[in-house]
């Protein structure tokens, strides 16, 4: 079983692992609201997903 910690640490470390794939943090800093907003909007994509699939844990990112 999956437990809601498990299910947190596990959404961070995918976030964390697009953001270094993509490069989101290297941008003018003109663009970092924009990154700011693209993160948020991927982690509630991770964060669904997740969810979905282990369906007993429910969180708030």
């Not at 993509?22 to 003109?30: R, V």
């Not at 663009?31 to 429910?58: D, T």
């Amino acid at each position: 079983m999956v437990t809601t910690q498990q299910g947190k640490n596990f959404v961070h470390e995918l976030l964390m692992e697009y953001i270094k794939q993509n490069n989101i943090l290297q941008c003018d800093k003109e663009l970092i609201p924009e990154r700011i907003n693209q993160i948020v909007e991927v982690e509630n994509i991770i964060s669904e997903n997740v969810q979905k699939k282990y369906h007993n844990i429910s969180f708030i990112v």
